[in-house]
Nanobody, 120 residues
């Protein structure tokens, strides 16, 4: 069974930094695109950043220049480095990945989410 597990959320002051991590586990054959989404109360879930298996990245306009997504294919990990955080970055952040597991076709998986709160 494939799982995505996030870590690294928390409370940070405006202007501060956080690093989120997400690891994939289970009977994995290969991982294609990985990314981070977020959902604030009353809002729809939105894409924050994505990275392909060869390292091409895409960012939401609201985080460009402040957030950096990266991955370690050998460790089956994806990271989100968040700098210059703003109160409007407050949300639950979810890891997402397209994974081919052993004996199955490609499926999209979600992590359980980690809370990021930016407040003074």
């Amino acid at each position: 069974q494939v799982q995505l597990v996030e870590s690294g959320g928390g409370l940070v002051q405006p202007g501060g930094s956080l690093r989120l991590s997400c690891g994939a586990s289970g009977s994995i054959k290969n991982i294609d695109a990985m990314g981070w989404y977020r959902q604030a109360p009353g809002n729809q879930r939105e894409l924050v950043a994505a990275i392909t298996s060869v390292g091409s990245t895409d960012y939401a306009d609201s985080v460009k220049g402040r957030f950096t997504v990266s991955r370690d294919n050998a460790k089956k990990m994806v990271y989100l480095e968040m700098n210059s955080l703003k109160p409007e970055d407050t949300a639950v952040y979810y890891c997402n990945a397209d994974i081919v597991s052993l004996g199955r076709s490609r499926r999209n998986y979600w992590g359980q989410g980690t809370q990021v709160t930016v407040s003074s």
